[in-house]
Structures are given as C-alpha cells and as structure tokens.
Nanobody, 121 residues
Framework: QVQLVESGGGTVQPGGSLRLSCAAS????????MGWYRQAPGKQRELVATITSGGTTDYADSVKGRFTISRDNAKNTVYVEMNSLKPEDTAAYYC???????????????WGKGTLVTVSS
C-alpha cells in the first residue's frame, strides 16, 4: 500500500506562485507515473500534469507554460511549481501515484487527500 501526503497549498494573489509537494510512503517500490489533478467546487476532477519515472511530462493545456512538474525519485516526492496563478486555478489539488507489485504487474492508482489552493485578491 502507498500513502500520499500533499503540502504547500494556501491562498495567493493572482499572478503569484505556489509550490506543491507530494511525498509517498509505504510500499514505495515500483512507483511508476505520478501526477497532479485538481477539482474546483461543482466541477469534475481534471488532469493538471503527470510525470513518468523516466521524467517524461504531460500538461493540461490550461497550465502549459505556467506550471512545472518534477520528481525526486530518491525522496519519493513529486512537485508542481505553479506560476502566474489565475483565479480559475482555485481548486483542491490531488496527488496521484501509480504502483505495481511487480515490475510487470497490475497497476494500482493511489490518491492523496488533497491540498487547497485559493487564488484571490
């Protein structure tokens, strides 16, 4: 089993920046893809950014050029640096990690409890 704990959320003015962190613990062997998703009140959860164990990244169009995802495999931690924040970025941000019991085994997805980001003046 994998546990994910997010941190770094808070309130920031439009145009400001925040850096979110997600630390994985437990059965951390064979974690593959990690990512960030967000869910605003009354809306569905949507992809923000993902990163593979090899460092390949993918971003939602709405955050390209503003957000940067990275990971430290030694620390089992994934980050997202969020710049030029907009009010529409306000949401609960959730960390996701994919995990295999064996290198070629079935993938199980784990989610953190979320951290709230509020962009407001």
């Amino acid at each position: 089993q994998v546990q994910l704990v997010e941190s770094g959320g808070g309130t920031v003015q439009p145009g400001g920046s925040l850096r979110l962190s997600c630390a994985a613990s437990g059965s951390i062997f064979w974690i593959t893809d990690m990512g960030w998703y967000r869910q605003a009140p009354g809306k569905q959860r949507e992809l923000v950014a993902t990163i593979t164990s090899g460092g390949t990244t993918d971003y939602a169009d709405s955050v390209k050029g503003r957000f940067t995802i990275s990971r430290d495999n030694a620390k089992n931690t994934v980050y997202v640096e969020m710049n030029s924040l907009k009010p529409e970025d306000t949401a609960a941000y959730y960390c996701r990690a994919d995990h295999r019991n064996t290198p070629l085994g079935r993938v199980i997805t784990y989610w953190g409890k979320g951290t709230l980001v509020t962009v407001s003046s």
